[in-house]
């Protein structure tokens, strides 16, 4: 996403989420506990608008994606999206699946890591907003469940058919897209679908730990290797290896592998700056 922005300023309230920022660490919060995070119109709009804003931030380094009170996120709201879909017209339904692919596309896009801290259910699209971070931080009470065919759509929404396979293989993810089983944390650790397991109730902390590691690494270098990942997902190998000659050849004038080698001669840590 570039970094360069129009007259309009940032905006300085969110209705349909919480944001916070500490020292480069960005927190997301899906807030309707009530509704275990149930998506709205609104919360798509929000996020992917937010991603945006935050993108053209130099100061934002890393994310946490997470959920207030007992799940992470069970989708979008039955009665608000489900119910109003309806009434949609082939041309607004079209808009609205394109708004929710342009939030998962915003995850993949935006140059610094994202990590989904999951408890509870992740379902529907909000297992997909899980599958699009670059990190799944999970506690044993996580369940993942695509949802979409129990709702008589395709499995493939939000890009779910494009990401699912690469993280965990075809054969999962045809079984998960097509049945929409839910699969708990110990599976999902096993296939892939988890980066990180921890204890009961300590998956928020454990995804803030890993912000924080990634906000005072790199930033650059992380950027560009999460670029790269996305970029050559559907590349041929000889393409594969120029973009990342290309790439290295541009970060080795970069300030931080000059800085690199300075801290390795001083015996010292070194001092990122990301550029």
């Given at each position: ?107 993949r896009e935006c140059p610094f890591p994202v ?36 709702v008589g759509l395709s499995g493939g929404d ?118």
């Amino acid at each position: 996403m570039s970094p360069f922005t129009g007259s309009a300023s940032r905006t300085p309230e969110w209705r349909h989420l919480r944001l916070a920022v500490d020292d480069g660490v960005a927190t997301v919060t899906l807030a309707r506990p009530d509704k275990l995070n149930a998506l709205t119109f609104g919360a798509y709009a929000d996020l992917r608008d937010l991603l945006a804003e935050l993108s053209r931030d130099k100061s934002v380094r890393a994310l946490v994606l997470g959920g207030e009170g007992r799940g992470f996120c069970s989708g979008g709201d039955v009665d608000e999206i489900i119910g109003a879909t309806l009434a949609m017209d082939t041309a607004q339904l079209l808009d609205f699946n394109r708004m929710t692919g342009q939030v998962v596309r915003a995850i993949r896009e935006c140059p610094f890591p994202v990590i989904a801290a999951v408890h509870g259910v992740a379902a529907g699209a909000g297992a997909v907003l899980a599958l699009a971070a670059d990190f799944r931080v999970a506690d044993p009470s996580a369940r993942f469940s695509f949802l979409f065919t129990r709702v008589g759509l395709s499995g493939g929404d939000m890009g779910a058919a494009y990401l699912l396979p690469r993280v965990v293989g075809l054969g999962h993810a045809t079984r998960l897209l097509m049945l929409g089983d839910a699969v708990r944390a110990p599976e999902a650790e096993r296939i892939g679908l988890i980066s990180e397991l921890t204890d009961e109730g300590k998956a928020g902390e454990a995804a803030l730990t890993l912000a924080r590691r990634l906000a005072d690494g790199p930033a650059l270098a992380y950027a560009q290797t999460k670029a790269l990942l996305t970029a050559e997902l559907d590349m041929p190998l000889s393409a594969s290896v120029e973009l990342d000659a290309a790439t290295q050849a541009l970060l080795m004038n970069g300030e931080d592998y000059a800085e690199f080698h300075a801290s390795f001669t001083e015996k010292r840590p070194p001092k990122w700056r990301g550029r």
